[in-house]
């Protein structure tokens, strides 16, 4: 059977496809250089889910541009992580939530974005400068580590939950200022 040659309609609906990728590509570049320029914050994420209901997966990245001189950054967060051995997406029953980290003149604040946590199910473990904040509430779960920029003493620390935002201050003494 001799192969038929594209009509003019389906040329230019080919074009028009690839144009429209490319087109699309352009624009994101373009917002990535807008954020780049402004030293904004992009974010992305999302939630997957078996069909028995036993497994969810939450995945997301945050896109830093502009921060201290430092460049842009992915930062990822969720559950679904590469197993090294296989290279395959597995998803882990505690999730890590996004974190921020702000040196200000007179403290450091952590703020941590735990939905469906409530100040009871929060628990901070301070080990010199290492910051671990986990919550769970029934079958979420999450954990993180954060370093912080200096060791400081429990004393020092105060937080709060709202909404599933935790904000947890470090007051700065004199000489970390």
């Known amino acids: 059977m001799a192969r038929q040659k594209p009509t003019r309609d389906a040329e230019e609906k080919g074009a028009a496809g690839l144009g429209g990728i490319l087109s699309g590509l352009g624009t994101v570049l373009e917002k990535l250089g807008e954020l780049a ?38 930062e990822p967060f969720g559950n679904v992580r590469k197993d090294e051995e296989t290279g395959r997406p597995v998803v882990d029953e505690v999730r890590e939530p996004m974190v921020d980290l702000f040196d200000e003149q007179d403290c450091v604040l952590v703020v941590a974005e735990m939905p469906g946590i409530a100040a009871e199910d929060v628990k901070l473990d301070l080990q010199d400068d290492i910051l671990t904040v986990t919550a769970e509430r029934g079958d ?10 200096a060791t400081f003493a429990a004393e020092r620390m105060s937080w709060k939950c709202h909404n599933g935002v935790v904000e947890v201050r470090f007051a700065k003494q004199a000489e970390q200022k």
């Open 37 to 74: 320029e402004k030293g904004e914050t992009l974010r992305k994420s999302g939630t997957f889910g078996s069909t028995d209901g036993k497994v969810k997966g939450v995945y997301g990245f945050n896109i830093r541009t502009g921060l201290g001189g430092e460049g842009v950054t992915v």
């Open 140 to 149: 979420t779960k999450y954990r993180r580590e954060v370093l912080l920029p």
